[in-house]
C-alpha cells in the first residue's frame, strides 16, 4: 500500500506491518492505523499514522532512557494478549531544541501485542506512576 507522510514522503508498505489502534490514541480517536519507522541509528522511532500524513509521534523504548514499566496483565488482556512476551512498550518522547532536552511521556506509554499488532495509550495517574514505573536495572558484563 502506498502511503503519503510529510516526513518521509511516498512510502510503499506492507499492509501487515501496520498496527491497530481500535480506539485510537488520546486527541487523534479518529486515526486507528500505524506504522513503526526507524529513525537512523539509536532507539528512537516514528509512530506514524497511515491514512493522516502530518500525524507522527516520536517513540522509542522506555529501556533506553532508563525506565522499566510494570504492565499488570489486565492492561494486556485489552489489547488480546495471551503470551506475556509478545508485549512491546514505547513511550512517546518531545524535543526541546532550545534547551537540548528530551521529555519522557511516562503516563502514557503505548503497549503493543506484536502478535497480533495491536495496541493502545495506557493513561497512568500520576498518584500511581511509581507503582508502575522503576528504573531500568542495567547488568555489567565487563
Same mark, same amino acid.
Given at each position: 500500500?502506498?502511503?503519503? *507522510? *510529510?516526513? @518521509?514522503?511516498?512510502?510503499?508498505?506492507?499492509?501487515? #506491518?501496520?498496527?491497530?489502534?481500535?480506539?485510537? #490514541?488520546?486527541?487523534?480517536?479518529?486515526? %486507528? =492505523? @500505524?506504522?513503526?519507522?526507524?529513525?537512523?541509528?539509536?532507539?528512537?522511532?516514528?509512530?506514524? $499514522?497511515?491514512?493522516?500524513?502530518?500525524? $507522527?509521534?516520536?517513540?522509542?523504548?522506555?529501556?533506553?532512557?532508563?525506565? %522499566?514499566? %510494570?504492565?499488570?496483565?489486565? %492492561?494486556?488482556?485489552?489489547?488480546?494478549?495471551?503470551?506475556?512476551?509478545?508485549?512491546?512498550?514505547?513511550?512517546?518522547?518531545?524535543?526541546?531544541?532550545?534547551?537540548?532536552? #528530551? =521529555?519522557?511521556?511516562? =503516563?502514557?506509554?503505548?503497549?503493543?501485542?506484536?502478535?497480533?499488532?495491536?495496541?493502545?495509550?495506557?493513561? #497512568?495517574?500520576?498518584?500511581?506512576?511509581?507503582?508502575?514505573?522503576?528504573?531500568?536495572?542495567?547488568?555489567?558484563? $565487563?
Amino acid at each position: 500500500m502506498r502511503i503519503e *507522510t *510529510t516526513r @518521509f514522503g511516498f512510502l510503499d508498505l506492507d499492509e501487515s #506491518i501496520f498496527i491497530n489502534f481500535p480506539w485510537g #490514541i488520546p486527541g487523534f480517536e479518529k486515526i %486507528k =492505523r @500505524f506504522v513503526l519507522l526507524e529513525q537512523g541509528e539509536g532507539p528512537f522511532q516514528w509512530l506514524q $499514522a497511515v491514512d493522516e500524513p502530518g500525524v $507522527a509521534f516520536v517513540v522509542c523504548p522506555p529501556e533506553s532512557l532508563g525506565m %522499566k514499566y %510494570k504492565v499488570p496483565r489486565d %492492561k494486556g488482556e485489552v489489547i488480546g494478549l495471551n503470551q506475556p512476551e509478545d508485549m512491546m512498550v514505547l513511550i512517546m518522547v518531545s524535543f526541546n531544541r532550545e534547551r537540548m532536552n #528530551i =521529555r519522557p511521556h511516562l =503516563r502514557g506509554p503505548l503497549l503493543f501485542n506484536v502478535a497480533s499488532r495491536v495496541g493502545y495509550q495506557w493513561s #497512568i495517574d500520576s498518584r500511581e506512576l511509581q507503582r508502575y514505573v522503576s528504573e531500568a536495572r542495567h547488568v555489567d558484563n $565487563a
